[in-house]
Structures are given as C-alpha cells and as structure tokens.
C-alpha cells in the first residue's frame, strides 16, 4: 500500500537559516511525490512535484526537494528560511485508483516555525 | 488561467439541519473533482471524487454525498448533519495527463464548518 511519514509534527527555525522538512515514502512502482503548503483557514497551494529526471526539483517561493531512492525519502528543503515561510507543510503521493484517475496520499503534516 | 471557487466560506449550522457546499471550477474542461474533509487543521481525508458528470466515488461511508450537475461543478450535500461534521472541506481539481500519476491537484479556498 501506497504511504507517506512526515516524522516531525513541528520544524522551529530561526529566519535566514537552511530549513528542512522531512518525508518518507512506501510505494509500490515508480514514486509521484509532492509538496504542498497551507497557511491558516487557508486552502493547500502547490509547491512542487517529483515525476522523473532530476532528483532536485525546485519549486515556487525558493523551495525545492531532493528525490532520494534509496532512502525512500523527499525533503523539502529552502538555503534561507523567512518568517512568512510559516505553514503547515504536507507531503503526498499519488495512487491510482484503477480508473485511469489517481488520488493524493498524504502525510500528516509538519508545522513550519520560523522565528525572527 | 483556471481558478476554483468555494462557497461558502464559513457556515454555522445545527445538529440535523441540511447541507450544501458548491465548488466550482473556471478556465478547464472536464476536470477530475475531489472533496476533502480536514479535522483539527492537519490530515486531509478524502471523502468523494469524480471524473465526470454524474459520476462520484465515495472513499469512506458517511453522512456526507456528493453530486456533480455540471462539468465543473461540484457540490457536497448532507440531510441531517451530525456533530463530527464539523471541520474545514476543500475542493480540488485536476486534469489528467498520459500516464497519469503525475497530475497535480489543485485545491480552493476552503469551508469552515461548524456543527452545533
């Protein structure tokens, strides 16, 4: 069965320094992983996805994730934390239903604090 | 570009009266549409999802349906709601591509409700 960890219900960082939010992934096949972000009574926006190719992958307001086979993980990562980086952050991944549509597992979520 | 609407923002409603949310979809065709409930501001749960009109898939049994009338039209009904009802519950679209797993759902502002 398809699932995501996300081991950290929160990540406290201090502005301008490198933060890292962790998530790990059980699939069975190929992985279609991503990144999502949620600030308060807000919807999820969308961050990035890792499909194929480059296991780097950037995405929107200078986060990126780095794609680890090995370890079965997908971290996201930013160099410069700022306050306004304070959210909820959710890891997913994508599972077919059989349908040829395709549902988002995903993670607990881990709170993101980035203080001044 | 496409957007996604949900109203009502919040709603306030007593135990056993009905309810009604709609989400809709602008700038895309035949969209894939999913309903999502959030309890306590961290896992989503998927509750309905649809590939097309008149088409729903329900993940879990609940008080809760779902309808789709239109092509991008998408709305979550209860007759008689209940206390564990309450939480915040967001649409989401996405369009499906060759392949398919890498599709990127994208998700609406979101409904407050709370059952009383």
């Known amino acids: 069965a398809q699932s995501v960890a996300q081991p950290e219900d929160q990540v406290n960082v201090a502005e301008g320094n490198p933060l890292t939010v962790k998530c790990t992934y059980s699939?069975?096949?190929?992985?279609?992983l991503f990144w999502y972000v949620q600030y308060p009574n807000r919807g999820l926006q969308f961050l990035l996805k890792?499909?194929?190719?480059?296991?780097l992958v950037k995405g929107s307001y200078g986060f990126e994730a780095e794609f680890n086979k090995s370890q079965t993980s997908f971290h996201l990562k930013k160099p410069s934390a700022l306050v306004s980086d304070s959210a909820l952050y959710f890891c997913?991944?994508?599972?077919?239903?059989?349908?040829?549509?395709?549902?988002?597992?995903f993670g607990s979520g881990t709170r993101l604090l980035v203080r001044p | 570009s496409q957007t996604i609407h949900q109203w009502p923002a919040t709603l306030v409603q007593p135990v056993g009266s009905p309810l009604s949310l709609e989400c809709t979809v602008e700038?895309?065709?035949?969209?894939?549409l999913y309903w999502y409930r959030q309890a306590a501001g961290r896992g989503l749960q998927l509750l309905f999802y649809?590939?097309?009109?008149?088409?729903i898939s329900s993940e879990v049994p609940q008080n809760l349906s779902a309808s789709r009338p239109q092509d991008r039209q998408f709305i979550l009904s209860s007759k008689k709601l209940l206390l564990s009802d309450s939480g915040f519950y967001l649409c989401?679209?996405?369009?499906?591509?060759?392949?398919?797993?890498?599709?990127?759902?994208?998700f609406g502002p979101g409904t407050r409700l709370l059952v009383l």
């Open positions: 989401a679209w996405s369009v499906g591509l060759a392949g398919g797993s890498g599709e990127t759902q994208y």
């Open positions: 699939v069975s096949g190929n992985p279609y």
């Open positions: 890792y499909i194929t190719g480059d296991n």
């Open positions: 997913a991944v994508s599972h077919s239903w059989g349908d040829s549509s395709y549902k988002l597992i």
């Open positions: 700038g895309t065709s035949n969209p894939n």
């Open positions: 649809s590939v097309g009109i008149g088409q």
